[in-house]
């Protein structure tokens, strides 16, 4: 099922909307004829046609003010930047039958690195209790007990993001690296951790994007927690070549091994892991399924670069 467009403008906040997936977001919603409203502390550039509320979420009050001044029953809140339980309850406070639907946007981050499944889905699965993972999942934990008669929710976890405005790469040591055009096209070697055996499963941003707005219209999706990913799952250094050949150039790969990356990099275990997920529930779902390709994507984010 797929996001189409409409001659019934629906009215679309989302929380952010001036970043990488929340400007996806806000700018396809515009494509497709919705009235959208941003909500953005006005640091980077606003997407065009767009309503914009300048506040720092972190003001609660403030937050709480201006939201309420527009007196208007969303047909669709996304929250891409709820990153505590503490952002999660602010949702619940000031969206609670203010919304038709309200889509909280996780992350694999989530699912214990040490203990992952091969594929990974939504019910056996380990979480991390720390960090920026930790606390996407005491968020998730907040909104699992609200009631969706007041709060349709919808919470989404996609691993790997990519696509035309985020930087390329999606393991270390080139990871999102502003250098890694360049490292290629001068035929300079490449350094993966394990040679870039990991496995990944990526997903486009415009496809998560579409994932997105077909939930105002699928009850089926209400309350639930769901992996979100792309079409294909591969091995990492799979990505580099990709993308080499895309340019047009080979791509020689090194190797680094895990342990000797994250005694210097701790903080990045959770890139250093298989990321591969069951899509079961999702597809049981009428939520719109990613299906654009590996080199479809990147064909499009490198010629968005250019």
Known sequence: MGVMQTNTPKQILVIGGSGFLSGTIARLSV???????????????????VDTIKVDRSDRDAFAQLLS???????????????????????????????????????????????????????????????????????????????????????????????????????????RDPKLIDLIRNQQPLTLVEGGKMHQHPIFAPDLAATILSAMDDEKAIGQILNVAGPQSFASVDYYHTLGRLLG????????????????????????????????AIKSTDLSMPATSLEDGLKQMLDAMD
């Open 31 to 49: 494509s497709l004829g919705h009235h959208v409203t941003i909500v953005t502390r006005g640091n980077k550039p606003i997407p065009d046609s």
């Open 69 to 175: 001044e527009r007196n208007v029953m969303w047909d669709l809140v996304v929250d891409s930047i709820a990153f505590s339980p503490e952002d999660a309850q602010q949702d619940i406070d000031v969206f609670a039958g203010k919304t038709r639907r309200f889509v909280l946007v996780s992350t694999d981050f989530v699912y214990d690195p040490k203990h992952r499944n091969i594929p990974q889905n939504e019910t056996d699965a380990h979480y991390t209790t720390e960090g920026y993972g930790g606390k996407k999942r005491q968020a998730e934990l907040i909104l699992e007990k609200m009631d969706t008669a007041s709060l349709p929710w919808t919470v989404l976890r996609p691993g790997h993001i990519y696509g035309p405005g985020s930087l390329p790469g999606c393991l270390p040591l080139h990871g």
């Open 249 to 280: 150039q080979s791509v020689t790969i090194q190797s680094i091994d895990t342990q000797t990356f994250l005694v210097e990099n701790p903080d990045k275990a959770p890139f250093c892991c298989e990321r591969v997920y069951d899509l079961t």
